[in-house]
């Protein structure tokens, strides 16, 4: 498998994002990653950390659009940037995937720009997979569409439906839609559309109804579709929360054991790794005609060498494939 890698994404790059793809090749035989960006820093990179394999192939790009810098205006004031050029090599099929930790916005509109769709998709969306009291919950999406229609959620649907069979293990995800309350007719006009939508669709026999956003974290859906504005702001409030969580809880965990403290403290690191993103590596945009991981702008390496073995596993459990064939088995639901 080859996979574009965004060299220069990242609050770290390229330093990171180097190191775990070194990780990544040695761990994974039948990998090649094509570090995209500043020929010269990364050949010096490599050089540097004594990498004298053949499967890291630096691919010249001329610079990356920063986090602060708005997305469409960047891309088209910098057209051969890191991240537009891991675009075309996918378009082009010279790579199966693109993984970045750079702008999102940016790594969005150009994947969107490309039209790179499966077919059938109206609008891919960015899938995360957040934990619950019951395991874990695919939720979609969280920024790639904050305009999305009634008929962009019904795939969100099918798509995290897949997701979390494939990746996750689920055998039959039960979907709900994230509303402001679970009575009928609540919400705005579009939740209220889909909801009925959902009802008489080819997921009606999993939909479960409208979900609250406490309903997340209780497991009450295996998969659970928003448009983007709403999924993006649970998600960063969900990362939030956690962080401070998982900070207090350290501090009185610690300074209240003292024979228990070490087996206290390994216990806590494990839960905690439940809700770092480092341990998942990105978030797929799924509907792209190839693999698109989206990693967090504060990933480090081993996130980053994550990030590229999940999209290896994204194509090897045929998440694609599936995909297309449920979206045309139930064209326009």
């Given at each position: 498998m080859r996979i574009a890698l965004d060299a220069m994404g990242g609050d770290d790059a390229p330093e990171i994002n180097i190191d775990g793809a070194i990780?990544?090749?040695?761990?994974?035989?039948?990998?090649?990653?094509?570090?995209?960006?500043?020929?010269?820093?990364?050949?010096?990179?490599?050089?540097?950390?004594?990498?004298?394999?053949?499967?890291?192939?630096?691919?010249?790009?001329?610079?990356?659009v920063g986090m602060h810098e708005k997305p469409t205006d960047a891309l088209r004031q910098k057209p051969n940037c890191s991240i537009a050029v891991c675009w075309k090599l996918m378009a082009t099929k010279e790579v199966d995937a693109v993984v970045s930790a750079g702008n999102t916005g940016a790594v969005v509109a150009a994947g969107l720009r490309t039209r790179l769709f499966l077919k059938g998709v109206k609008r891919p969306g960015i899938a995360v997979v957040l934990p619950t009291l019951t395991g874990g919950s695919v939720l979609m999406d969280v920024g790639a569409n904050p305009g999305a229609r009634t008929e962009h959620l019904y795939q969100y649907g099918v798509m995290g439906s897949i997701y979390a069979q494939k990746m996750l293990g689920i055998e039959k995800p039960r979907v709900g839609l994230m509303n402001i309350g679970t009575e009928e007719g609540k919400g705005n006009e579009l939740a209220r559309e889909t909801h009925q939508f959902l009802m008489n669709s080819s997921l009606k026999d999993v939909y479960v109804g409208n979900v609250e956003g406490r309903g997340l974290y209780e497991g009450e859906a295996d998969v659970l579709i928003c448009e983007g504005f709403v999924g993006n702001v649970v998600l960063k409030v969900s990362e939030g929360?956690?962080?401070?969580?998982?900070?207090?809880?350290?501090?009185?965990?610690?300074?209240?054991?003292?024979?228990?403290?070490?087996?206290?403290?390994?216990?806590?690191?494990?839960?905690?790794?439940?809700?770092?993103?480092?341990?998942?590596?990105?978030?797929?945009?799924?509907?792209?005609?190839?693999?698109?991981?989206?990693?967090?702008?504060?990933?480090?390496?081993?996130?980053?060498?994550?990030?590229?073995?999940?999209?290896?596993?994204?194509?090897d459990r045929h998440v694609n494939d599936r995909i297309v064939e449920q979206l045309a088995a139930h064209a326009g639901g």
């Amino acid at each position: 498998m080859r996979i574009a890698l965004d060299a220069m994404g990242g609050d770290d790059a390229p330093e990171i994002n180097i190191d775990g793809a070194i990780a990544a090749v040695q761990a994974f035989p039948e990998l090649e990653v094509l570090l995209v960006g500043d020929e010269p820093v990364l050949k010096e990179l490599l050089s540097n950390r004594g990498y004298a394999g053949d499967r890291l192939i630096v691919t010249p790009a001329d610079g990356a659009v920063g986090m602060h810098e708005k997305p469409t205006d960047a891309l088209r004031q910098k057209p051969n940037c890191s991240i537009a050029v891991c675009w075309k090599l996918m378009a082009t099929k010279e790579v199966d995937a693109v993984v970045s930790a750079g702008n999102t916005g940016a790594v969005v509109a150009a994947g969107l720009r490309t039209r790179l769709f499966l077919k059938g998709v109206k609008r891919p969306g960015i899938a995360v997979v957040l934990p619950t009291l019951t395991g874990g919950s695919v939720l979609m999406d969280v920024g790639a569409n904050p305009g999305a229609r009634t008929e962009h959620l019904y795939q969100y649907g099918v798509m995290g439906s897949i997701y979390a069979q494939k990746m996750l293990g689920i055998e039959k995800p039960r979907v709900g839609l994230m509303n402001i309350g679970t009575e009928e007719g609540k919400g705005n006009e579009l939740a209220r559309e889909t909801h009925q939508f959902l009802m008489n669709s080819s997921l009606k026999d999993v939909y479960v109804g409208n979900v609250e956003g406490r309903g997340l974290y209780e497991g009450e859906a295996d998969v659970l579709i928003c448009e983007g504005f709403v999924g993006n702001v649970v998600l960063k409030v969900s990362e939030g929360i956690a962080s401070m969580m998982m900070k207090m809880l350290a501090g009185a965990v610690i300074g209240a054991l003292k024979e228990e403290q070490q087996l206290a403290k390994a216990a806590f690191v494990e839960v905690s790794k439940k809700f770092e993103y480092n341990e998942v590596g990105g978030a797929p945009l799924l509907g792209i005609d190839g693999i698109c991981l989206i990693c967090h702008g504060s990933s480090d390496a081993r996130s980053m060498t994550n990030a590229l073995s999940g999209a290896m596993r994204l194509k090897d459990r045929h998440v694609n494939d599936r995909i297309v064939e449920q979206l045309a088995a139930h064209a326009g639901g």
